[in-house]
RNA sequence: GCACCCGUAGCUCAAUUGGAUAGAGCACCAGACUACGAAUCUGGGGGUUGGAGGUUCGAGUCCUUCCGGGUGCGCCA
């Protein structure tokens, strides 16, 4: 069941449109849009019709403006048509077809705004994705927020959603936090090495030397005593160790993601493993279907230009043919040793996700993968055409964020120790302020995260507006429950509501805000921007604290008047509504809807 | 050197995916508290959308090319 109002127009602009000029083909019909308007002036909203179908049509626009108002008279929603402009077409409602939408909204409650645009679509957000060899701090934040919230906002609009989270547990990185990890188990038995000796022993020398693992170390000694190290507690054979500490370590990592995941309100429906994908040997099971398809040949790369090839030598190696697919060069599958890189593991990994299921794939990455995507979206191409499964691989991508604090830039460096971890962040500004305050800007441009304009209780912080507008809400509805009893106050009740009072500017302004819901699930759900919800509610918000404020100029606009206790009822309906579309959104958002802000 | 992202009011950012006269907040100026919550609201000034071409009924949005900022560039993940 959609409520969308801009939609029901649409389809009756279109048939209109079709007794006008029955010979149109579909694909111009395709391009009819209703939209809301910018200037009131030109109506309650506005058709591109005669614009977009003028040349199939071989008619002028204004010819079929004209003749699509008059089709448009008779509709008894419309109170009045015009042409305008190039070929617009504006329409005003009659109040009655706005009023319509408050006890719409009423009966759904918060699942207003859901629509089926998404068709039921299977589509895959994959999103944090974070290493597991440390804390999760401010950089996976966005992600995390974005990801989430996009994952919603799809699922409101009709897709099918699956969360996901691709643990990158394989690789020469892991086996370095496992080499730290052992360091500090050594330390917690009280080994003589120093640092620097115990370095000195590691493959490439010790990396990660946060104290985040001190306790991991300490836990591994209690559970092990001396048996990992040899005897002097020194280091011992890594055959003899590795894969205990590497397991242990690995898990303790991502049972602290998954706290700080929670902390977030972040919750993945799917955790996948590289390591698991690995050993099941899905690389060269996937190189394998590539190589049947022609797409993989052993080869040299040209050096890349302008960057100084010092220590560049050709080497031939098992390449994939990106470049038939958009992609700038053909890319690598095998390190020397034979075994998969990184890419060839993320190739079979994403076939594994079409396998289980998915029409839409969306990585949600940082900006620094930025280089990747080309190759990645170039790989689903190949395993689309070689599996005969047809898939798509979008990406989000999200632009660094810079934390300012006391207006200051706060220098991030893992090496000085001054990075700012998600725990820190969410205990110094909180859930909903960072949820919200990071759908603030659109994913792919740069954002500055300010943390005292992120608790600031005022109107230039967005969380904090929105929320006081439904702890307003909240506070009339208890006012209200006092006057005219609970029972009164039931979605059903104030559905029956006769709003015919409620004729000012402003309340249609709500009302038509509240409207436009749906039409902003589906937009935004179909430009994969969750950003514009954020918006969105702000602007709900604004239009709700005018209307507050009208009724101290006016106190018939007050929304509780004892002595009229039918006009009460429909204000009063009018906010319930508002609320509900506001927890409606704040749902999407993840974001707590506030009873009080005291 | 090449690829991708970004450039909009003094500042931080929107702009219904190609729609009509580019909008909010902050800052600045002038106003509204015997009040359903003034943590709010009303009004005002502020723009060659980085520059220049192009596509069409119509461009902040698409194409080309410069300028400026960011990110990345063969066996790291």
């Known amino acids: 069941m959609t409520h969308n109002i801009f939609a029901l127009m649409r389809e009756r602009v279109v048939a209109a449109l079709r007794t006008v000029l029955p010979d149109l083909p579909e694909e111009a019909l395709a391009r009819v849009e209703v939209t809301p ?148 188990y050594l330390q917690a038995l009280g080994t003589t090495l120093s640092e620097e000796e115990f370095s000195g022993q590691v493959p490439g020398g010790l990396q990660y030397r946060g104290d985040y693992l001190v306790e991991i170390g300490t836990e591994l000694a209690a559970l092990h005593g001396e048996a990992l190290a040899a005897p002097g507690v020194q280091v011992g054979a890594p055959a003899d160790w590795m894969d205990t500490v590497r397991d242990f370590t690995l898990a303790r990592m991502m049972d602290a993601i998954r706290e700080d995941l929670d ?50 030598e050709p080497r031939e190696q098992t390449l994939f043919r990106a470049t038939e697919f958009g992609d700038d060069v053909d890319r690598p599958l095998r390190k020397s040793d034979g075994s998969a890189t990184y890419f060839a593991n993320d190739i079979a990994y994403h076939a594994d996700k079409m396998r289980r299921g998915a029409d839409v794939m969306i990585d949600v990455l940082g900006a620094d993968h930025g280089g990747y995507v080309s190759r990645m979206t170039a790989a689903v191409k190949a395993l689309s055409a070689a599996a005969n499964a047809p898939c798509t691989l979008e990406v989000v991508l999200c632009q660094m964020v810079k934390v300012l604090k006391d207006g200051e830039p706060v220098r991030m460096s893992k090496r000085a120790g001054t990075y700012i971890t998600l725990r820190d962040l969410l205990e110094e500004v909180g859930r909903d302020a960072v949820r919200f305050t990071m759908l603030t800007r659109k994913s792919d441009a740069q954002m500055e995260f300010d943390i005292a304009a992120a608790v600031a209780q005022t109107r230039e912080n967005p969380v904090f507006y929105v929320q006081y507008a439904h702890a307003r809400c909240r506070s009339v509805l208890r006012a209200a429950g006092e006057m005219l009893g609970a029972a009164a106050l039931t979605p059903q009740d104030l559905a029956q509501a006769d709003l015919g009072g409620l004729t000012h500017e402003a309340d249609l302004a709500l009302i038509r805000r509240m409207a436009s819901w749906p039409r902003v699930v589906e937009s935004a759900a179909l430009a994969r921007e969750p950003h514009r919800i954020a918006f969105f509610l702000y602007d709900l918000a604004a239009d709700f604290h005018m ?30 509504a508002a609320a509900t579309v506001i927890r409606s959104g704040l749902a999407v958002m993840g974001v707590t809807p506030v009873e009080e802000m005291r």
């Open 263 to 312: 902390l977030l309100g972040v919750r993945h429906d799917v955790f996948s493993s590289e390591r698991a994908l690995a050993e099941a040997g899905a690389a060269g099971v996937t190189i394998e279907l590539l190589r049947g398809a022609g797409l993989i040949y052993e080869g040299v790369l040209e050096p890349p230009k302008g960057k100084a090839p010092e220590d560049w």
């Open 37 to 184: 308007t910018r200037e009131a002036a030109h109506g309650d909203m506005a058709t591109n019709a005669a614009l977009v179908v003028a040349k199939p049509a071989r008619r002028k626009p204004a010819e079929i403006a004209a003749a699509l108002v008059a089709a448009l008279a008779g509709d008894d929603q419309v109170a009045t048509a015009e042409a305008a402009g190039p070929g617009f077409v504006n329409l005003r409602l009659h109040p009655a077809a706005w009023l319509a939408q408050v006890p719409a909204v009423l009966l759904a409650g918060e699942a207003y705004g859901a629509g089926t645009a998404g068709q039921g679509v299977r589509v895959n957000v994959e999103y944090v994705s974070a290493n597991p060899t440390g804390p999760m701090h401010v950089g996976h934040c966005r992600g995390a927020v974005v990801g989430d919230v996009l994952a919603n906002l799809m699922a409101k609009a009709g897709f099918e959603v699956t969360k996901e989270y691709y643990i990158n547990d394989a690789g020469n990185q892991v086996t370095a936090l496992a080499w730290a990890t052992y360091w500090r």
């Open 547 to 576: 209307l507050w404020n009208r009724g101290r100029d006016d106190a018939a606009l007050r929304f509780l008047r004892a002595e009229h206790p039918a006009e009460t009822r429909a204000r009063v309906a009018l906010v319930a």
